[in-house]
């Protein structure tokens, strides 16, 4: 079975900058999460789809940050402007059930 | 809301040291609690779960028991090696949390030979 995927893996920008992120969850999964995971820090949740429909986004800086899930299957994550905060590693994932698998991240360096 | 506080690192061990890392959880309900790995340079991996109180997680010779009273899910290791040395992230996950995974802040582990 396919895992996560992730692209791209590296992502050096400037502030003010746009960026983008794709993920293509595992096929059949539902559920798909974007986190960030800043340097030392765990995970924190940005925002859940289920299917193509939003399910948590309360903790997406809406001003900046957007993400859409078109035909309930890829995912974009778009920052616009960046700021230099944002520098983190950006991870997808995706869940059928209970256990939810990561793909391996984005790394943003915001400059 | 959820959370999850874990002890900090590093820790550093002698292979086939014991390992625990401590892991307590704050939850409305009854969470499922998971414990990640991070092995240097991949993703985050699933490394065991445990869904309800009194389980027992087990996997890779770690193990984790769902302890309600004490609201922990401390990770236990009886004999380390090199090749566990890597990042472990404590998460719940829970109904009003929609599902979705909150993690603790992580601690690396560092076994020596």
């Known amino acids: 079975e396919a895992g996560v995927a992730q692209s791209p893996r590296y992502k050096i920008i400037e502030k003010r900058q746009s960026v983008a992120f794709w993920c293509n969850p595992i096929s ?40 859409e899930r078109l035909k309930g299957v890829d995912s974009t994550l778009k920052i616009q402007p960046a700021k230099l905060e944002d520098s983190a590693v950006y991870l997808c994932a995706s869940s059928r059930t209970l256990e939810a698998f990561f793909g391996q991240g984005t790394r943003l360096t915001v400059v | 809301g959820d959370s999850v506080t874990q002890m900090e690192g590093p820790v550093t061990l002698s292979e086939e040291a014991f390992l625990t890392i401590n892991c ?27 869904t309800k109180a009194d ?13 309600k009273e004490t609201t922990s ?27 979705a995974l909150t993690f603790g802040s992580g601690t690396r582990l560092q076994v020596q030979p």
């Open chain 1, 28 to 67: 059949g999964h539902a559920t798909l999460y974007w986190y960030q995971q800043i340097l030392g820090q765990g995970p924190k949740l940005l925002i859940q789809f289920q299917n193509n429909g939003v399910v948590d986004d309360s903790q997406l800086p809406k001003d900046r940050f957007s993400a």
């Open chain 2, 24 to 50: 307590t959880y704050t939850a409305t309900g009854y969470p499922s609690l998971f414990w990640y790995v991070q092995y240097p340079g991949e993703g985050l991996q699933l490394l065991l779960k445990a």
């Open chain 2, 55 to 67: 389980d027992k997680g087990s996997n890779k010779g770690f193990e984790a028991t769902y302890r």
């Open chain 2, 73 to 99: 899910f401390h990770l236990e290791k009886g004999s380390v090696q090199v090749s566990d040395s890597a990042v472990y992230f404590c998460a719940l996950s829970s109904l009003a949390g929609r599902r």
